[in-house]
Structures are given as structure tokens and as C-alpha cells.
């Protein structure tokens, strides 16, 4: 949708969703965190390139604030303090160590004498991904572009100068197709005779659960181990917390696991003094990879006009602005 709205008005574009539903998929289910520290350094540069949109939006692309701050808090038991430290070190503009005495006072919920260090990431914020996702679409919608719902692609093929992509709607052709499927951008990929460029769904799981009785959970930091066992934020009066897990997983519409979700309940009792007595909300969403978990946004070399927009992994959300741009000039400067 990002790149459909970038495109909007300098090309004729068509955006084919399989589902009756735009954005059912993972990105309605994002655990909705813009952090600068997170994934590798092309992740992190493209991270970090995207802000100053969601600072400063184009006019009427939202009516309030896409960014809220929320400090990361960053933990390690003694075994990973050195995967800290490390941390530290590939990210001095954004992060800074924090003494554990400090990370309790601002988090008393932790237990005491279960983590050797702490390190926080200030400039992290939630995002408001349904502003962020709305902005977009009506970007795209007011430039001419045509959303199609409940359109599964069926075959794509090259014919001339021109892709045609075969739906249960009818068929679309043009000049340039991408490849913007989501979990299901390798089978596309597979569909279109290139390959599935090695991506893999990864499902991961969420739980929603009341806080503390009497606490006000608002303010908390979002706290992420270093290890990525577990992470924990608030959540509209309730905290949020998954067990990171990544399993293989087909492309689907994804559901929780019980022994993932047991995990995670398990984890936030023993690193915290929380008591997980009633899970309001569980859910699970596919996280898609390259193998070196860079995403992926270029014309494949072997196939003319046909665009990756695939491998966005856990990064996509807060990559969309900058990721969007980019792919947007390279499909303008092909079709000239």
C-alpha cells in the first residue's frame, strides 16, 4: 500500500489483494514498535531514513501523531551480556547503557538478581499502524489507484513487453508487476517461473493480559531481552507480550500456538513479578525472511518488469516510508 500510494497519480496502478480485507494479515497484528536498533545495518539505515515521515508527515496524510515515545529497555541475563555489549556497540547513536539499579527503579516490576546489565534505545516510539496504513491508502485512493479485494493470483506470465497476472477477479496487465505478497511472495515468485528467492514465513505469537491491579502500565518502557525470549510493552490498558518465537510456517492465515503461548505466559512470570491470571487477546502473524534477512525491493535480473517488494520480516512497518520511496523511483525510472 505504501508503494501503491508513492506511485499514486505518475502511473496507472492496480493493487490485487487476495483477501476480502485489506491489511488482515500481519500488518494488523504488528506488535507496532519503530525502533532505529533493530535488524541488520541496511535495516537499521532504512529504519532510520523513514523517520522524518513519520515525524513529519505529508499534508493530510494523518490527523494526529503517527510516532508516541516509549523508551526501549533493553536486558540480558550474564550469559548474553556480551550479545549487549555488542549491541551497544553497533548502535552508539541510538542506545546507551543503562545502570541496573536505574533499569529497576524505572521498571520495578522486574525481578532483582535475574539480569546482569541493561541498555536503552530513547528515541524508540510506538506507531499507530492503522493511521500509518490509512494514510497510505488514501494517498493511493485519491492518486487513481485501483484497489482490487478478494482477487487471488491464479498465474502470472510475461507476454512481450507486458505481464499479465491471472486472478479470480479477471486478468491485469501491464508493463510492470510486483511482487508485494506478503507470506506469499515466494509462491508468487514460484507462479511466475523465478523462484521463491528463498523466503520463508516465520510465525510469531502474541498474548494481551491485565497488568499489575492498582498499576498504571501507560508509562512502562517497552522491555526486550537481548536474547529474544521475550518482550513485554502496555497496550491500550493491557500489556502486550510475545515469546519472539520464529517457526517455519506456510503461508496462512496464522494462529497461535497453545505451547507458544503457555511460553510466553511462563516467561513474563518468571522475569517479572506479573502474574499472567487472564490472556484477554492471542494471536499469531507471519514475519517473512530472506535468508540474510534484508528485505528485498528490485527488478529481478532475469525477468524484465517483474518487482520484488518481498522479505520486509519483522522491519516492515517501520520501513514502509523510506522502503516505498525507494522502490517507487526505481519502477518510475524503468517505465521512464
Avoid at 77 to 94: A, F, I, M, S
Wanted: net charge negative; aromatic share 8%.
Amino acid at each position: 500500500m505504501s508503494l501503491a500510494g508513492r506511485l499514486a497519480g505518475r502511473a496507472h496502478v492496480v493493487l490485487l489483494e487476495r483477501e476480502a480485507l485489506l491489511a488482515m494479515h500481519t500488518t494488523g497484528r504488528s506488535a507496532a514498535v519503530f525502533t532505529e536498533a533493530y535488524g541488520n545495518a541496511t535495516v537499521r539505515a532504512l529504519t532510520s531514513e523513514a523517520r522524518p515521515f513519520f515525524v513529519n508527515p505529508p499534508s493530510g496524510f494523518a490527523d494526529h501523531p503517527l510516532l508516541t515515545p516509549r523508551t526501549t529497555l533493553f536486558v540480558a541475563r550474564p550469559e548474553h551480556e556480551g550479545t549487549l555489549k555488542e549491541w551497544l556497540t553497533e548502535n552508539p547513536r541510538v542506545s546507551r547503557a543503562v545502570p541496573l539499579h536505574e533499569a529497576y527503579d524505572r521498571m520495578p516490576i522486574l525481578r532483582r538478581n535475574l539480569f546482569a546489565a541493561a541498555a536503552e534505545e530513547p528515541g524508540a516510539a510506538d506507531i499507530d499502524v492503522h493511521g500509518l496504513f490509512e494514510g497510505f491508502r488514501r494517498m493511493a485512493v485519491h492518486g487513481g489507484v485501483d484497489i482490487v479485494t478478494s482477487a487471488e493470483v491464479l498465474g502470472v506470465v510475461r507476454a512481450g513487453e507486458r505481464w499479465s497476472v491471472e486472478t479470480d477477479k479477471g486478468a491485469y496487465t501491464g508493463r510492470v508487476v510486483v511482487n508485494a505478497a506478503g507470506a506469499w511472495a515466494g509462491r508468487v515468485g514460484i507462479v511466475a517461473g523465478l523462484g521463491d528467492r528463498g523466503l520463508m514465513p516465520l510465525r510469531r505469537t502474541a498474548i494481551t493480559f491485565e497488568g499489575p491491579e492498582g498499576g498504571d502500565a501507560s508509562k512502562w518502557m517497552f522491555v526486550n531481552d537481548i536474547s529474544e525470549e521475550f518482550y513485554f510493552k502496555p497496550e491500550a490498558g493491557l500489556v502486550l507480550a510475545s515469546p519472539t518465537d520464529e517457526t517455519p510456517s506456510e503461508p496462512c492465515d496464522a494462529q497461535p500456538e497453545e505451547i507458544d503461548v503457555a511460553t510466553i505466559a511462563w516467561r513474563i512470570e518468571e522475569v517479572t513479578t506479573m502474574k499472567v491470571n487472564r490472556i484477554r487477546r492471542k494471536w499469531a502473524g507471519l514475519r517473512t525472511f530472506t535468508p540474510d534477512r534484508t528485505p528485498i525491493f528490485e527488478f529481478d535480473a532475469s525477468a524484465p518488469g517483474f518487482f520484488w517488494l518481498a522479505g520486509q520480516g519483522g522491519y516492515g512497518i517501520q520501513t514502509s516510508p523510506s522502503i516505498s520511496l525507494h522502490a517507487a523511483a526505481r519502477i518510475l525510472h524503468y517505465l521512464g
